[in-house]
């Protein structure tokens, strides 16, 4: 078993950054891809980044290319979100995920762990 625990979430203007993060502790050797998802209020949850352990093909969703960088610190296998010039649009929980093998980094549904989820907001 794997677990994740995120922090990092809390309050931002618009333009604003935050970094979160995402530890993982247990198996982490089966831990190969890891994601962050967002979900705002009455929406669907959301690829927003992914990364595997090599973080140097990291997939953005298009409309936080640019601004969201995840990377990863190895051999803790830590990862992060910062996520710079922030829109009150962007206001959600943030979900941390990861499996060890994944098809298709976009669809929530492959990745076995999720941590607690944490809240980003931000005002304008």
């Known amino acids: 078993q794997v677990q994740l625990v995120e922090g990092g979430g809390g309050s931002a203007q618009t333009g604003g950054s935050l970094r979160l993060s995402c530890a993982p502790s247990?198996?982490?050797?089966?831990?190969?891809?890891m994601a962050w998802f967002r979900q705002a209020p009455g929406k669907e949850r959301e690829f927003v980044a992914a990364?595997?352990?090599?973080?140097?093909?990291?997939e953005y969703a298009d409309p936080v290319k640019g601004r969201f960088t995840i990377f990863r610190e190895n051999p803790k296998n830590t990862m992060y979100l910062q996520m710079n010039s922030l829109k009150p649009e962007e206001t959600a929980v943030y979900y941390c995920a990861a499996q060890s093998v994944v098809y298709d980094l976009r669809r929530a549904a492959e990745y076995r762990y999720w941590g607690q989820g944490t809240q980003v907001t931000v005002s304008s």
């Open positions: 247990g198996r982490t050797s089966s831990v190969y891809v």
């Open positions: 990364a595997r352990r090599s973080a140097s093909n990291a």
